[in-house]
């Protein structure tokens, strides 16, 4: 499965660890939504889409199945962020 497209929609509230949501399509078929790009401790990392449970927790809508994948999914949306943002920054 080959990621063919991922756009990105900065936030622009610099004080919140929230920095990002992306879009990403697979394969020009397949499409995933409300990805989100957060600072955490230990730097940037990708959230899958999620949905808050009546138990007030939240759970994954759509994952990775694999580290394989989740890693492949990862590296192309904070590629495509770090692009966004040196292209604002220009």
């Known amino acids: 499965m080959e990621v063919t497209e991922v756009k990105v929609f900065p936030v622009r509230n610099e004080d919140e660890r929230l920095k990002a949501f ?3 399509t697979f394969d020009e ?3 995933i939504r ?3 790009i957060i600072n955490g401790i230990d730097g940037l990392f990708v959230a899958m889409p999620s949905k808050k449970r009546k138990d ?3 759970k994954d809508i ?3 199945l694999n580290n394989e ?3 492949h999914i990862e590296l192309a949306v904070l590629d495509a962020y770090n692009d ?3 292209e604002i920054t220009v």
Do not use: N, Q, S
């Open 56 to 58: 007030g927790r939240y």
């Open 34 to 36: 409300d990805l989100k």
């Open 84 to 86: 966004e943002m040196t």
């Open 62 to 64: 759509a994952h990775p």
């Open 22 to 24: 992306a879009t990403v």
């Open 29 to 31: 078929c397949f499409i």
């Open 69 to 71: 994948t989740r890693e």
